[in-house]
């Protein structure tokens, strides 16, 4: 039997189309699986986000990159809140939960600005081969180990400080090398690098992100990775509340806010398409 789905693609953490990190949203209560990996594969995007009713929380909420299931993405979370919105399945200036491989997560929708609260990670010191990553990331001349220590968070991403904004954007991976070490499972598979040296006054901090072992050399813009920075650069910057932008060729904007036990991560949309697909 033929399935007609609703499905939309939204550029998160941005308010200019073609700009920000895309997704693609499907609210669907009949797919499996098999079917969602299949169609994350042909959005071929660095996530989509698959909503679902749910018994635990508002709505069930699960994320595939063209090749796997991950456990936590902030802009697709962020586009999902948008498309709830626009569907009427939650009211403006309002907050509902999403059960997710990561627990129970509340979101906000609030005149335009979506917001997703994320549990402060458990964060511990890398004490694996630094420099076989920063031959992968061709980093010897900007990545100093000694003096900013390698973090790893309990989800596995890594978390490499830069000592400029120069030295940031002229980062160069080798990703079939990153492939190669993240696929031996040494304890991380995501690499977030990242300085406190700005573009703008109004601006706290920039990174970037690889993670070809999800199938994203380099992602446009990761929520997820602001949420274990945040508590950092909030102690560092002597803020609460910061504003970041990734150094993407897409580029994209967010608003980060440390709580102690909890990030708040918030951004725009923009609708890019939407339309049906046909499963068989």
Known sequence: MKKLIDVC???????????????????????????MQLIAREFNLS?????????KADFNLRWFTPKVEVKLCGHATIASIHYLLQQGKIKN????TVST??????????????TLTIPTPELKLFDGNKEEI??????????????????????????IFVSSLKELMNIKPDFGKLMELSSARKG???????????????????LRFFT????????PVTGSSHTTLTPYWAKRLNKNKLEAAQLSKRGGRLTCTFQHDRTLIAGAVVL???????IT
């Open 134 to 159: 920063i031959e992968a990331l061709n980093g010897e001349k900007s990545i100093n180990p000694e003096k900013f220590p390698f973090i790893l968070d309990d989800g596995g991403y890594l978390y």
């Open 212 to 219: 070809p072992f999800y199938g994203i050399d380099e992602d």
């Open 101 to 114: 491989l990561s627990g129970i997560l509340r979101c906000n929708a609030k005149n335009g600005i979506y």
């Open 188 to 206: 991380f598979d995501a690499f977030t690098l990242f300085t406190t040296e700005t573009f703008e006054k109004n601006n706290h901090a920039h």
């Open 9 to 35: 693609q939204i550029d998160a953490f941005t308010d200019e189309p073609f700009r920000g990190n895309p997704a693609g949203v499907v609210f669907s209560n009949e797919l499996n699986t098999e079917e």
């Open 47 to 55: 996530e989509t986000a698959f909503l679902s009713e749910s018994n």
């Open 272 to 278: 890019y398409l939407k339309g049906k697909i046909q």
């Open 93 to 96: 200036n309002s907050s509902f």
